[in-house]
């Protein structure tokens, strides 16, 4: 999962989730932060950084969640795609 995830970062082959908060809650989406440095905090972190639930409404999906250097990245693969649902601290 972590190697996927870095691979569709930098190659730029990924999507955001839509959300009422996106703003407060996606700051890849709006730019705040750049792939690389989403990349970065993911290469970063560690087992214990790491857990995984089936995405909420969408129990056939797994959601996977990063919490590292206070940072929180939540994203699913729905193929061929990587989607991000948040990328905040």
Known sequence: MKRAVIDALLSGDFQFAA????????????????????????????????????????????????????WYIKVYFLEPDTWFVSVHK
């Open 19 to 70: 959300r009422r908060d996106l703003p407060l809650k996606n700051l890849l989406a709006m730019g705040m932060v750049s792939p690389t440095f989403v990349a970065d905090i993911i290469r970063s972190s560690r087992g214990g950084d790491y857990a995984c639930s089936p995405l909420h409404g969408k129990h056939t999906i797994d959601c996977h969640l990063i919490r590292s250097q206070g």
